[in-house]
């Protein structure tokens, strides 16, 4: 009796087929997901009098030796990828995971094991073991994010008052402080992790105890898997339970959305490492160089990111196209929604592995950046709103203002290289005290609101960053 479902079949199934709808070769890592899973079930069977307690005990140790690193308790496991290959090669019959701790489990502690398919079917045991899985994957990526944002806080605090240009349609807008512009990218961070949050909290539910689509044939107390494996409370429905992939969904949206925000981060670093911007010295430690040009620093740790993010949003595309149109309940369609979901998990996890360092050892060159804010009329809004201050209108003050840049630009000169006479021939408002409202620092401390790049603003703003930050 090889296959779980073999009984009304007369004919063996076709080899190929037969290989070609294995899932083991993939979803052996939820290896830790599906045991933690079955012990829970067996718990809930023993209470509905289907197991002794010795009988419990023994399942319970079985399931347990199946590989030693499981434990009886469920706690965070991503099983290590290299185990993977001497798993799957050590049981060919195997058809998925669930059918491959079955096996290992009769072979543990004998007939014993065939009882713990009592009452449950694998489709509540899948929808189960992917939950647990993309839970500790939301862990784990929330650890990371953690660790990146201390990294761009860290850079943000060394940064202190040094100014860069900041830019829209990638032209020079103002001069922002470089800590503000690393606080944007904490700001994403923060609004991926709380999605990521708001996601683990609506998936936390147990599906155990849903059977095959209509719910268990035995009078299960459904609480008792659901507080084992760490859930809030069992799933609502039964029908939705196994076929229901929001979980997998959101997860790799979400992900998707994480790695959009890591790939505006990467292209900006790859692009202010080149010589035309020359804002930073990209770390040798995360470069390459060229087989061919021997004098190239490549920025393939940048690169290879924007690459992934592709990557990711890939996952999630995969995960809607899959779901769409999928009619209740459960689908075989439903175990091609897995390996994407892996995959996600596995990219992040690289990216995050590598982000935080690279972003700490990031040396910019300040000089640069500084005098590429003061050059291209970055003060052009503050000499604006120095007019306004004297009673002109904002759009008569921009217009002037234009006309001094007019001639800035004529004669190839700043509005601060202006004399005052020249700037009295476009309006009578102007007086010596203009010169002190568009030096950098007040172009800077002229955006003294909430979320404005005003040192005192920044400073304010890295405070609470750290905060937050040491409040995890
Ligand atoms: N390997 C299957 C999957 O990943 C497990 C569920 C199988 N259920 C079924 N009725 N064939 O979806």
């Given at each position: 009796?090889?296959?779980?479902?073999?009984?009304?079949f007369?004919?063996?199934?076709d080899?190929?087929f037969?290989?070609?709808?294995?899932?083991?070769?993939?979803d052996?890592r939820?290896?830790?997901?599906?045991?933690?899973?079955s012990?829970a079930?067996?718990?809930?069977i023993?209470?509905?009098?289907?197991?002794?307690?010795?009988?419990?005990?023994?399942?319970l140790?079985?399931?347990?030796?199946?590989?030693?690193?499981?434990?009886?308790?469920?706690?965070?496991?991503?099983?290590?990828?290299s185990?993977?290959?001497?798993?799957?090669?050590?049981?060919p019959?195997?058809?998925?995971?669930?059918?491959?701790?079955e096996?290992?489990?009769?072979?543990?502690?004998?007939?014993?094991?065939?009882?713990?398919?009592?009452?449950?079917?694998?489709?509540?045991?899948?929808?189960?073991?992917?939950?647990?899985?993309?839970?500790d994957?939301?862990?784990?990526?929330?650890?990371?994010?953690h660790?990146?944002?201390?990294?761009?806080?860290?850079?943000?605090?060394?940064?202190?008052?040094?100014?860069?240009?900041?830019?829209?349609?990638?032209?020079r807008?103002?001069?922002?402080?470089v800590?503000?512009?690393?606080?944007?990218?904490?700001?994403?961070?923060?609004?991926?992790?709380s999605?990521?949050?708001?996601?683990?909290?609506?998936?936390?539910?147990?599906?155990?105890g849903?059977?095959?689509?209509?719910?268990?044939?035995?009078?299960?107390?459904r609480?008792?898997?659901?507080?084992?494996?760490?859930?809030d409370?069992?799933?609502?429905?039964?029908?939705?339970?196994?076929?229901?992939?929001?979980?997998?969904?959101?997860?790799?949206?979400?992900?998707?959305?994480?790695?959009?925000?890591i790939?505006?981060?990467?292209?900006?670093?790859?692009?202010?490492?080149?010589?035309?911007?020359?804002?930073?010295?990209?770390?040798e430690?995360?470069?390459?160089?060229?087989?061919?040009?021997?004098?190239?620093?490549?920025?393939?740790?940048?690169?290879?990111?924007?690459?992934?993010?592709?990557?990711?949003?890939?996952?999630?595309?995969?995960?809607?196209t899959?779901?769409?149109?999928?009619?209740?309940?459960y689908?075989?369609?439903?175990?091609?929604?897995?390996?994407?979901?892996f995959?996600?998990?596995?990219?992040?996890?690289?990216?995050?592995?590598?982000?935080?360092?690279?972003?700490?050892?990031?040396?910019f060159r300040?000089?640069?950046?500084?005098?590429?804010?003061?050059?291209?009329?970055?003060?052009?809004?503050?000499?604006?709103?120095?007019?306004?201050?004297?009673?002109?209108?904002?759009?008569?003050?921009?217009?002037?203002?234009?006309?001094?840049?007019?001639?800035?630009?004529?004669?190839?000169?700043?509005?601060?290289?202006?004399?005052?006479?020249?700037l009295?021939?476009?309006?009578?408002?102007?007086?010596?005290?203009?010169?002190?409202?568009?030096?950098?620092?007040?172009t800077?401390?002229?955006?003294?609101v909430?979320?404005?790049?005003?040192r005192?603003?920044?400073?304010?703003?890295?405070?609470?960053?750290?905060?937050?930050?040491?409040?995890?």
């Amino acid at each position: 009796m090889s296959k779980m479902w073999s009984g009304r079949f007369r004919e063996p199934l076709d080899h190929t087929f037969e290989q070609w709808q294995r899932s083991f070769p993939f979803d052996w890592r939820l290896l830790p997901q599906e045991i933690a899973a079955s012990s829970a079930h067996a718990r809930m069977i023993a209470a509905a009098g289907i197991l002794t307690d010795a009988e419990l005990a023994k399942m319970l140790d079985g399931l347990a030796s199946i590989i030693p690193q499981v434990t009886k308790d469920y706690s965070s496991k991503i099983l290590d990828k290299s185990v993977g290959p001497a798993i799957v090669a050590s049981s060919p019959d195997a058809e998925d995971i669930h059918h491959f701790v079955e096996l290992e489990l009769t072979k543990a502690i004998g007939d014993l094991a065939l009882k713990l398919h009592t009452g449950r079917s694998r489709n509540e045991q899948i929808a189960t073991d992917m939950r647990l899985f993309v839970r500790d994957a939301i862990d784990a990526t929330l650890v990371g994010l953690h660790n990146w944002r201390i990294a761009l806080a860290g850079l943000a605090k060394s940064a202190g008052d040094a100014v860069m240009p900041s830019y829209t349609h990638l032209q020079r807008a103002e001069p922002v402080l470089v800590a503000h512009w690393l606080l944007a990218y904490v700001s994403m961070v923060e609004r991926d992790s709380s999605r990521l949050i708001d996601a683990r909290q609506r998936m936390n539910l147990c599906p155990l105890g849903s059977g095959a689509v209509a719910g268990a044939t035995l009078p299960l107390n459904r609480t008792i898997a659901a507080t084992a494996l760490g859930f809030d409370a069992p799933t609502p429905n039964s029908m939705d339970a196994t076929s229901d992939r929001d979980f997998a969904l959101e997860f790799t949206q979400a992900i998707a959305t994480l790695g959009i925000h890591i790939s505006r981060f990467a292209e900006e670093l790859t692009l202010y490492s080149t010589a035309e911007f020359g804002f930073l010295d990209l770390p040798e430690r995360f470069s390459t160089g060229s087989s061919a040009m021997p004098q190239k620093k490549n920025p393939d740790l940048t690169e290879l990111i924007r690459g992934k993010s592709g990557r990711l949003l890939g996952a999630a595309t995969t995960l809607a196209t899959l779901i769409k149109g999928l009619p209740l309940a459960y689908n075989k369609d439903l175990q091609e929604g897995q390996e994407p979901v892996f995959d996600a998990a596995d990219t992040i996890a690289g990216i995050l592995s590598v982000l935080p360092k690279f972003t700490a050892s990031l040396q910019f060159r300040f000089d640069r950046m500084k005098t590429a804010s003061e050059s291209g009329y970055l003060n052009a809004m503050a000499a604006a709103t120095y007019l306004t201050h004297k009673g002109v209108p904002f759009r008569k003050a921009h217009e002037k203002i234009g006309n001094a840049v007019r001639l800035g630009l004529e004669t190839g000169r700043e509005l601060g290289e202006l004399t005052i006479e020249e700037l009295r021939g476009f309006g009578e408002e102007f007086s010596e005290d203009f010169f002190d409202s568009i030096t950098l620092e007040a172009t800077l401390d002229c955006h003294d609101v909430i979320g404005g790049t005003a040192r005192g603003r920044v400073r304010a703003a890295l405070e609470d960053t750290e905060r937050r930050i040491a409040l995890e």
